[in-house]
């Protein structure tokens, strides 16, 4: 039978489907990628791939296909692994272009394969400002993680030729989302396996070095229950920078559980528990109408750059003040709960 994983979105709102799929005799020895184009109210477009489908495989053995995303020209990366042998499997990765055929300009023929480990499976995948794709997953229990360039090269300035392999001590991980941060940092979630089950973030700079900034020594193991084991299967940034990763949470061996949801602050002193810093300003009233003002508890006439946050992560005002201009007009918001954020400081507060 055929699996699908989450769709994704074009620009023109047609949806896209990737998964795997039997190629004939419904044996899961020929597994093949799959990718199917809807239109917006959920029929086959059949002006894509053969009717609306493209199938494709990377050899004769089995490939699986576990992530996509959908670059801005509409072009559709997918990756997963392919068996290149009976004791090997690889990355697998493929570019489609916006009709449903392979994309030849991507490795000469749509498709690459990637050698990290003997057992590797790539199971996430996003693309950067700058046009790279970054696919993340396992590698034999190590974090694999490699960049490609546009016209499917790996890229020689990440890592080692393009590869990164992280082997984190007493445990075996794997990566099932990454993102990307403005600066060009790169944030992994995942899980990690060290006699239970438990969520992994792990942060990289832009050359595919740890970032030591970040949690210990580049990374963090969030155990929400020492009685469970703890699996994420994706990863978001919001606005301000904070990340939310989700999962679950399984108990008794599996044979229950619950949904997970963690969130973390995206800065070096990123960790389980909250941290103080001294603050640097007040806000009153709270609750409050059509202002807010802000007594700054230093010395002399300085500006700041602040923004309204609301519960989302979302940007809904933003702009300077200083000592001597210190009131924030907010009566144009909607009622609710807000964050004000000034150099760093974070001030919940009220609108009425």
Request: aromatic fraction near 8%; hydrophobic fraction near 35%; glycine fraction near 12%.
């Amino acid at each position: 039978m055929p699996f699908v994983k989450p769709p994704n979105f074009q620009s023109d709102g047609k949806i896209v489907i990737s998964g795997y799929c039997p190629e004939s005799n419904f044996s899961s020895a020929d597994n093949q990628f799959s990718v199917i184009r809807l239109n917006s109210n959920g029929t086959l477009d059949t002006t894509y791939g053969s009717n609306g489908i493209l199938r494709f495989g990377f050899g004769s053995d089995n490939c699986v296909a576990n992530a996509m995303t959908i670059q801005p020209d509409n072009k559709v990366v997918i990756v997963g692994y392919s068996k290149t042998s009976s004791t090997e499997e690889d990355f697998a990765i493929a570019r489609v272009n916006i009709d449903g055929t392979l994309d030849t300009d991507f490795s000469n023929d749509g498709k690459l394969i990637v050698s990290l480990e003997t057992y590797d499976r790539a199971q996430a995948v996003t693309i950067q400002n700058d046009g790279k794709i970054l696919v993340g997953g396992d590698a034999n229990g190590k974090i694999g993680l490699v960049r490609i360039t546009e016209f499917g090269n790996l890229d020689s300035t990440f890592g080692t030729g393009g590869k990164v392999l992280t082997d984190l001590p007493s445990g075996s991980e794997e990566l099932v989302s990454i993102k990307t941060l403005s600066n060009g940092k790169i944030v992994g979630g995942g899980t990690r396996f060290n006699s239970q089950y438990n969520l992994l973030l792990i942060r990289y700079n832009t050359d595919g070095t740890l970032d030591t900034t970040f949690g210990n020594s580049g990374n963090t193991t969030i155990d929400l229950d020492n009685t469970s084991e703890d699996l994420a299967k994706n990863l978001e940034i919001q606005n301000d920078g904070k990340i939310i990763v989700g999962g679950g949470n399984f108990l008794g061996g599996g044979n229950s559980g619950n949904f997970a949801i963690a969130r973390y602050l995206g800065d070096s002193f990123l960790g389980i528990n909250d941290f103080v810093v001294k603050k640097q300003f007040l806000l009153s009233p709270n609750p409050a109408k059509n202002y807010i003002q802000i007594n700054f508890l230093n010395e002399g006439n300085v500006n700041y750059d602040y923004a309204v946050l609301d519960i989302n992560g979302r940007i809904v005002d933003n702009g300077s003040i200083s000592t001597n201009i210190n009131q924030i007009n907010i009566g144009h918001l909607t009622n609710g709960l807000y964050v004000l954020k000034i150099n760093n400081e974070n001030i919940k507060f009220i609108k009425e």
